[in-house]
């Protein structure tokens, strides 16, 4: 099993992050390496907060799940922990992408990813390949583990693209 990092809008997903990650449990897909609300001082200046996501959960993690929501896209954390995970340094090797697509944004737009609907980062990592997607109403344990490991082989065949600029603040 791989470790995981899921980044998520926490005010929007949070059930879904919850559910996702006790069925994993129960169905041996992943090992939680996210996040988890109160873990870190929400009063610390952003550029610390970005520091030890990357150093302390991001660098033990081999792939990162972004459950993309209808709002996800207008977050500055989530955005970050995505184009952290794809930066590759000496102390955090670049990770995988999976996208999970919320009910809420499957309802809204399909399967149809763009940059308007998910934000750039994602959009640009989705057309180049290196971001495998999958319908959250669709993942079974075993194509859930598959997307993983495709995301995790990803990494040595495919460069992303992290070349948008990061979020500065949330959007409503």
Do not use: C
């Amino acid at each position: 099993m791989r470790k995981v990092f899921v980044s998520y809008y926490h005010k929007d997903d949070q059930i879904y992050k919850d559910g996702l990650v006790k069925w994993s449990e129960q169905n041996k897909v992943f090992i939680d390496g996210s996040v988890d609300t109160g873990d870190i001082d929400e009063y610390l200046p952003a550029e610390r907060i970005y520091q030890i996501i990357r150093d302390e959960y991001l660098r033990d993690t081999s792939v990162t799940i972004v459950l993309l929501g209808l709002n996800t896209k207008k977050r500055k954390h989530v955005d970050r922990e995505i184009g952290s995970s794809l930066r590759d340094t000496g102390k955090n090797p670049r990770s995988g992408l999976v996208i999970i697509l919320l009910p809420e944004f499957v309802r809204s737009f399909g399967t149809n990813i763009t940059q308007q609907n998910s934000g750039e980062r994602i959009y640009d990592n989705v057309k180049n390949g290196y971001a495998v997607v999958i319908e959250w109403d669709k993942s079974s344990s075993q194509n859930l583990k598959s997307l993983i490991d495709k995301a995790y082989s990803n990494k040595a065949i495919i460069n992303p693209d992290n070349s948008a600029p990061f979020r500065t603040r949330n959007s409503e």
